[in-house]
């Protein structure tokens, strides 16, 4: 790295270069600068992850409790949680450029991935619960409260487990070397339809729209769907590499 104060250019460099492409070119491009602000104001990566948590769960805490329109709603989720992911992508981005990587921070990073995925379907659903919907009805929602935690949950542990067991390839900083297998295009067309930010933005507009439910019904039937394959996919890999 270069001498003298670090620039945007600089946490650009470390962004995850294996991410999907709307994390790529949008989470990462807000978090560089996030990670440049918090750099000129002398934050630690820490501190970036705790804001991460603490933003995403402040905006759903408002729209739980506030009383505001489905519109004005919508625009709160759409803000806080594209703002939280910004902040997650800009903890790891501040830690490599300025060298303080750490595993105790890259546990409380999954650790506040994790609680939020929990926390933002949880309340929101919580919000949500018996109100009525587009299409489905109330009878449905102690169901779709459980199926809005569950799927991209274990999909995501899934993956972290398969990441563990796979360290031959920095995913933070190389480019993916693997061979354009048909599976692998396949599931970084399923990894784009479900990447963070498509997530988040899905939350928002289904919530301004009255269709919250309907949303988590697609969107988490399609992550179990991913998860069956990928699973098996992982168990095929590891049984070769082992063989």
Known sequence: MKGGPLTYRDFWHFRGRQ????????????????????????????????????????????????????????????????????LDCADGVLARATRRTSQSGFLMDKCADLAGSLVVPGVLGIAAFGKAGALLPAGWHPFLLWWSLSPRVLLTGLIWMKDSLSPQIDRRTEEDQRNPSFFLRVRRLAGNVIDDITYRTGIALSWALGMYWEFVLGFQSLCFLFLVVYAMNSFRELRQRES
């Not at 934050?43 to 519109?71: E, I, Q």
């Open 19 to 86: 991410s999907f492409w709307l994390t790529l070119h949008c989470g990462y491009r807000l978090g560089a600068v996030l990670a440049l602000g918090a750099y000129r104001l002398g934050w630690s990566p820490a501190a970036l992850t705790l804001l991460s948590f603490l933003s995403g769960l402040a905006g759903v805490l408002m729209v739980a409790f506030g009383g505001f329109s489905p519109v004005v709603d919508g625009l709160l989720l759409f803000g806080s949680l594209h703002l939280a992911y910004g």
